[in-house]
C-alpha cells in the first residue's frame, strides 16, 4: 500500500494503533484503526514489559486484519514527566557575505543547535525548527535562497530518559514490530485538533488521558513547549469509587454516563443510582452530588494546566485559544470549566475525525499520522540520507503551506 504509515500510541488506559496514507489532496486519510486494553503504562511511562508487547500486539494485529498487510515498523508516540523540550540556538556565518543561503547551511546550523549537553542518562527524541534568523532579522520559515552573512536558528529540542525510551523499543520489539521514529505526544495530540491558523497564531492543546494529561504549547507556527501532567481523568473514578463506597468498574460507569465537568449545569433535582459495595440494591443519589466530585479533580487537572502555561510566559500569545481533548475532555462541561478557569482564553473541544472509530482519545495518534505523512523532511535530508530517526529533522513548513 503506497506510502502507509502506521502510528501506536500506548497510554494508560489503551494502546491506540492507527494506519493511514496521504490522499491525491495531501489530506490525512485514515485506512484503519483498532483499541487495545492497555495496563501495562503508569503515568507516560512503561511499568510492564509483556503487557504493554501483549496490547500492542492486539491491536497491530487488528489493524493488519482490517487491511490485509503486515506491519513491520511503528511509529511511537513518547510522553511523561522524564521527557521534556527545550529551545536550543545555533549559529553559522555565510562565506562568501550575502551569497545564498542553501540546504547545506540550513543543515548545519540545525546540527549547531543540536550540539548542546545532555546528561548521559538521557537521549535526544526530536529537534524541531521553530524559527530562522537571517542577519537578525527573526520570524523566517524558509531561509533557503536568501542571501545574508549570518544565519542563526531556534531548534525545539525534546529529550527523555534513555531506559525509557529503550523500554519503548523493547515492548515494540517483543510485540514482533520494530520503531521507525518516535514522536513528542504533546505535539502530536496538537497535530491531531488543532487547525492550521490555530497553530500559526499560537494555541495550546490540553490531552486528557487515563493517568496522564499532555500540554502542547504552539507558537508561531511551531512548538514551543509542552509538558505531561501526572494525573488524568482515572483519577477521577478513582475519587468517586472511594467518597461513594463503589467498585472501579462502577464509579467509571457513573463517570462515563453521568458525569459533568461544572456541577453548576446539573439540575438540582436530577438523580442517579449507584450500586455501592456490600449492597444488592442500587441506592439514589443526587446527580449534583456525584458532579462535584468530578468537578473537584477536574478543576485541580484544569488548575495545573493553567500554572504550567503561566510558568512559560506563553500565555499572552495564544489568540489561537486552548483545545481539550482526550477521552477525560468528553465529560460533559469540560470546556466550560477550563474557560471558567482560564477566563482569557478561547476554549473549545475537539476530536480528530477518524470515521468507524470512537474517537475519543485518538488526538495523539492521528497528530501522529499527520507528522509522518505531512511534515517532510526533503528539504532538511542530507544528499547522502540517514537510516537513524534520531538524526532526521522535520519542519511544520509543509503542514502550514496549504495542503494540511
Given at each position: 500500500?503506497?506510502?502507509?504509515?502506521?502510528?501506536?500510541?500506548?497510554?494508560?488506559?489503551?494502546?491506540?494503533?492507527?494506519?493511514?496514507?496521504?490522499?491525491?489532496?495531501?489530506?490525512?486519510?485514515?485506512?484503519?484503526?483498532?483499541?487495545?486494553?492497555?495496563?501495562?503504562?503508569?503515568?507516560?511511562?512503561?511499568?510492564?514489559?509483556?503487557?504493554?508487547?501483549?496490547?500492542?500486539?492486539?491491536?497491530?494485529?487488528?489493524?493488519?486484519?482490517?487491511?490485509?498487510?503486515?506491519?513491520?515498523?511503528?511509529?511511537?508516540?513518547?510522553?511523561?514527566?522524564?521527557?521534556?523540550?527545550?529551545?536550543?540556538?545555533?549559529?553559522?556565518?555565510?562565506?562568501?557575505?550575502?551569497?545564498?543561503?542553501?540546504?547545506?547551511?540550513?543543515?548545519?546550523?540545525?546540527?549547531?543547535?543540536?550540539?548542546?549537553?545532555?546528561?548521559?542518562?538521557?537521549?535526544?527524541?526530536?529537534?524541531?525548527?521553530?524559527?530562522f534568523m537571517v542577519d537578525g532579522q527573526r520570524g523566517i520559515q524558509k531561509p533557503i535562497g536568501m542571501s545574508g552573512s549570518k544565519?542563526?536558528?531556534?531548534?525545539?529540542?525534546?529529550?527523555?530518559?534513555?531506559?525509557?525510551l529503550q523500554n519503548i523499543e523493547k515492548a515494540v520489539g517483543m510485540s514482533g514490530r520494530k520503531v521507525e521514529q518516535m514522536i513528542?505526544?504533546?505535539?502530536?495530540?496538537?497535530?491531531?485538533?488543532?487547525?492550521?491558523?490555530?497553530?500559526?497564531?499560537?494555541?495550546?492543546?490540553?490531552?486528557?488521558?487515563?493517568?496522564?494529561?499532555?500540554?502542547?504549547?504552539?507558537?508561531?507556527?511551531?512548538?514551543?513547549?509542552?509538558?505531561?501532567?501526572?494525573?488524568?481523568?482515572?483519577?477521577?473514578?478513582?475519587?468517586?469509587?472511594?467518597?461513594?463506597?463503589?467498585?472501579?468498574?462502577?464509579?467509571?460507569?457513573?463517570?462515563?454516563?453521568?458525569?459533568?465537568?461544572?456541577?453548576?449545569?446539573?439540575?438540582?433535582?436530577?438523580?442517579?443510582?449507584?450500586?455501592?459495595?456490600?449492597?444488592?440494591?442500587?441506592?439514589?443519589?443526587?446527580?449534583?452530588?456525584?458532579?462535584?466530585?468530578?468537578?473537584?479533580?477536574?478543576?485541580?487537572?484544569?488548575?495545573?494546566?493553567?500554572?504550567?502555561?503561566?510558568?512559560?510566559?506563553?500565555?499572552a500569545m495564544l489568540p489561537g485559544g486552548l483545545v481539550v481533548t482526550g477521552g477525560g475532555a468528553a465529560l460533559e462541561g469540560t470546556?466550560?470549566?477550563?474557560?471558567?478557569?482560564?477566563?482569557?482564553?478561547?476554549?473549545?473541544?475537539?476530536?480528530?475525525?477518524?470515521?468507524?472509530?470512537?474517537?475519543?482519545?485518538?488526538?495523539?495518534?492521528?497528530?501522529?499520522?499527520?507528522?509522518?505523512?505531512?511534515?517532510?523532511?526533503?528539504?532538511?535530508?542530507?544528499?547522502?540520507?540517514?537510516?537513524?530517526?534520531?538524526?532526521?529533522?522535520?519542519?511544520?513548513?509543509?503542514?502550514?503551506?496549504?495542503?494540511?
Amino acid at each position: 500500500m503506497k506510502d502507509l504509515v502506521t502510528v501506536l500510541d500506548l497510554g494508560s488506559t489503551k494502546a491506540v494503533c492507527l494506519a493511514a496514507t496521504a490522499s491525491d489532496s495531501g489530506d490525512v486519510e485514515v485506512r484503519a484503526v483498532a483499541v487495545a486494553e492497555c495496563r501495562g503504562v503508569r503515568r507516560g511511562v512503561i511499568s510492564d514489559l509483556e503487557e504493554t508487547a501483549r496490547a500492542a500486539d492486539t491491536a497491530v494485529r487488528r489493524v493488519q486484519t482490517d487491511l490485509g498487510v503486515t506491519i513491520d515498523d511503528v511509529i511511537v508516540g513518547v510522553s511523561g514527566g522524564g521527557v521534556e523540550g527545550s529551545d536550543a540556538r545555533g549559529y553559522v556565518p555565510i562565506y562568501p557575505r550575502s551569497r545564498s543561503i542553501t540546504r547545506e547551511d540550513v543543515l548545519q546550523v540545525i546540527n549547531h543547535s543540536r550540539q548542546i549537553m545532555i546528561p548521559p542518562d538521557r537521549e535526544m527524541i526530536q529537534a524541531i525548527p521553530r524559527e530562522f534568523m537571517v542577519d537578525g532579522q527573526r520570524g523566517i520559515q524558509k531561509p533557503i535562497g536568501m542571501s545574508g552573512s549570518k544565519l542563526e536558528a531556534i531548534t525545539y529540542i525534546v529529550t527523555g530518559p534513555h531506559t525509557q525510551l529503550q523500554n519503548i523499543e523493547k515492548a515494540v520489539g517483543m510485540s514482533g514490530r520494530k520503531v521507525e521514529q518516535m514522536i513528542l505526544t504533546p505535539l502530536a495530540s496538537g497535530l491531531g485538533v488543532l487547525t492550521q491558523e490555530e497553530i500559526s497564531l499560537g494555541a495550546v492543546v490540553v490531552d486528557i488521558g487515563g493517568g496522564t494529561t499532555d500540554i502542547g504549547i504552539f507558537s508561531n507556527g511551531s512548538i514551543a513547549g509542552s509538558a505531561t501532567l501526572p494525573i488524568g481523568s482515572s483519577h477521577v473514578t478513582s475519587d468517586i469509587s472511594k467518597l461513594l463506597k463503589t467498585s472501579p468498574e462502577e464509579a467509571e460507569r457513573l463517570k462515563r454516563e453521568h458525569g459533568c465537568s461544572l456541577a453548576s449545569l446539573v439540575p438540582e433535582k436530577a438523580s442517579v443510582e449507584v450500586m455501592q459495595i456490600g449492597q444488592t440494591v442500587a441506592r439514589p443519589l443526587q446527580r449534583h452530588v456525584l458532579c462535584e466530585i468530578v468537578e473537584s479533580r477536574m478543576r485541580e487537572i484544569a488548575k495545573m494546566v493553567a500554572q504550567h502555561i503561566e510558568k512559560t510566559g506563553l500565555m499572552a500569545m495564544l489568540p489561537g485559544g486552548l483545545v481539550v481533548t482526550g477521552g477525560g475532555a468528553a465529560l460533559e462541561g469540560t470546556d466550560k470549566l477550563f474557560s471558567d478557569v482560564m477566563k482569557h482564553l478561547r476554549v473549545r473541544y475537539a476530536e480528530p475525525p477518524v470515521s468507524g472509530a470512537n474517537t475519543n482519545g485518538m488526538a495523539a495518534a492521528m497528530g501522529m499520522a499527520r507528522f509522518a505523512l505531512q511534515c517532510f523532511e526533503d528539504e532538511l535530508a542530507p544528499a547522502s540520507g540517514t537510516l537513524d530517526w534520531k538524526e532526521r529533522v522535520r519542519t511544520f513548513w509543509s503542514l502550514l503551506s496549504g495542503k494540511a
